[in-house]
């Protein structure tokens, strides 16, 4: 079992920057890609990026290409979502997972978090 906790979360204004944090227990993460998902009201959860399991290799969904990246401390078991140039649309809660196997489909992620919210204004 893997537990994951998300945090970093926040209101911030059109243009501006988050960090999430995505902190893993119960088991090392270098044993699975990471990914985060993000679910905005009314809509369906959709892929935002996502790391294999040695860093070596990322995923990003076309929409925040160039603003957001994600990486890993292993060590520290713990993966992050840095998030720039933030748009309202960019507003949903954001969840982190693990898969076997870095996916974009969120069916194949066997561990959550609880989600962190990320509210961006105009």
């Known amino acids: 079992q893997v537990q994951l906790v998300e945090s970093g979360g926040g209101l911030v204004q059109a243009g501006g920057s988050l960090r999430l944090s995505c902190a893993a227990s119960?088991?090392?993460?270098?044993?699975?890609?990471m990914g985060w998902f993000r679910q905005a009201p009314g809509k369906e959860r959709e892929f935002v990026i996502g790391?294999?399991?040695?860093?070596?290799?990322?995923y990003y969904a076309p929409s925040v290409k160039g603003r957001f990246t994600i990486s890993r401390d292993n060590a520290k078991n713990t993966v992050y979502l840095q998030m720039n140039d933030l748009k309202p649309e960019d507003t949903a809660v954001y969840y982190c997972?693990?898969?076997?196997?870095?996916?974009?489909?969120?069916?194949?992620?066997?561990?959550w978090g609880q989600g962190t919210q990320v509210t961006v204004s105009s």
């Open positions: 997972a693990c898969s076997p196997v870095i996916s974009t489909i969120s069916t194949r992620y066997d561990y």
């Open positions: 119960g088991r090392a993460i270098s044993s699975y890609g």
């Open positions: 790391i294999s399991r040695s860093g070596g290799s990322t």
